[in-house]
């Protein structure tokens, strides 16, 4: 096992700067997913790592070690890809221990990694299938146990679970989270879905046109975005946001949505770093707008009246699109606490939980 020091890191093809003077620390046995969106620079940022592209400034240390011009080999990674690549003339026992057979390992060494690894991953009736012969999932869990009989320093995941289907995406997500527990390795993991950085995540590194945007734990980057774009990233269905001006009167400050819509008092205490009458982003999580309860708002939370747009169906909730003016607002309802399109409803909104943003910076405030 190993940390992972990443300093000043700029990496350029032709004339696109996909990495971009990126500074990241990962101690040793931490679960770090990097996320973005397509083109963000997470791959490029994993393939350096792996030595797979070669850097143009800065430096990359793995056990302390700098290993800028180590090959990839040496640097004593494994690397899982998103399409397995696997040998198909070779059967699952024979992808798996083909690192170890070319390391001319002892063969009842050999044997026993491959059985440990099999058994780990719930692979070991079919060490002597072809990959032909195996799901995606199966294939996906081979890939992985080739890279788990090399006990390497750090684990590199680059987009595994893609290929698969939703139900194999939880099943693994699973089993890779579990697989972490187990064996306590540094790894580090490349995903464009917010879902699969939440759930797997010690920490989540957010980038951005080659920069880090935020890192944190995953809660901390979910309830305390610190940029419009952190906000809208993460979060499934994602954050309404809604603007409007501030105002600030004897009672503290509010929000007035739009020209004609509703003022809504911000919590005591509640103070934003903005100018009266300044432009503000209001932005709130569908969860914490619900169908209002008995009796009246609790502090810190807005009720008003809406009507219903549109409704969502998923389940064990239902999403229901409100209009507020001009202005959308997604609330998250039990699956059975929900009425008709048209019909004018009380909704409480959740205030306490408001995150806001300067509508020029993007900047939280």
């Not at 990959?131 to 995941?157: D, E, H, M, T």
């Not at 987009?159 to 139900?167: G, K, R, T």
């Not at 600030?248 to 819509?261: F, Q, T, V």
């Amino acid at each position: 096992m190993a940390n992972v020091k990443v300093s000043a890191l700029h990496k350029r093809f032709g004339g696109v700067h996909a990495v971009r003077g990126i500074d990241l620390d990962i101690p040793d046995g931490e679960f770090t997913v990097l996320v973005g969106p397509s083109g963000c620079g997470k791959s490029t940022l994993l393939r350096t790592i792996a030595g797979l592209e070669d850097i143009d400034e800065g430096s990359i240390e793995i056990g302390g070690e700098v290993v800028n011009q180590m090959r990839p080999r040496d640097r004593d990674v494994a690397m899982v890809f998103q399409d397995y690549a696997l040998y198909p003339h070779m059967t699952v026992y024979g992808n798996i221990s083909l690192s170890l057979r070319a390391r001319r390992m002892p063969k009842p060494e050999v044997e026993e990694r491959v059985k440990r690894a099999a058994e780990m991953l719930g692979i070991g009736p079919l060490l002597q299938r072809y990959p032909r012969q195996l799901s995606g999932g199966q294939r996906q869990r081979v890939a992985i146990g080739r890279a788990i009989v090399r006990n390497p320093r750090v684990f590199l995941f680059d987009e595994p679970l893609s290929n698969l289907d939703a139900q194999l995406r939880d099943e693994m997500r699973s089993e890779i989270k579990r697989l972490h527990q187990e064996i306590a390795t540094t790894m580090i993991y490349v995903t464009h879905d917010q879902i699969e950085a939440m759930t797997l995540a010690d920490r989540i590194v957010l980038l951005r046109d080659g920069v880090i945007e935020q890192q944190g734990a995953p809660l901390d980057l979910f309830e305390q975005p610190a940029t419009l774009f952190v906000a809208g990233f993460l979060g499934s269905p994602k954050m309404n946001f809604l603007t409007g001006r501030l105002e600030r009167g004897p009672e503290g400050a509010a929000i007035r949505l739009g020209d004609s819509g509703p003022v809504l008092a911000l919590p005591r205490g509640r103070n934003p770093a903005a100018a009266e009458d300044a432009g503000i982003i209001l932005g709130l999580r569908p969860e914490h707008v619900g169908r209002a309860q008995a009796g009246g708002p609790a502090e810190g939370v807005a009720r008003i009246e809406a009507e219903i747009e549109l409704i969502q169906p998923t389940g064990s909730r239902s999403y229901a699109t409100f209009r507020l003016g001009r202005q959308p607002l997604m609330a998250e309802l039990q699956a059975h606490d929900v009425s008709r399109p048209g019909e004018r409803v009380a909704v409480d909104i959740n205030l306490k939980r408001a995150a806001l943003f300067n509508p020029e910076t993007g900047r939280a405030l």
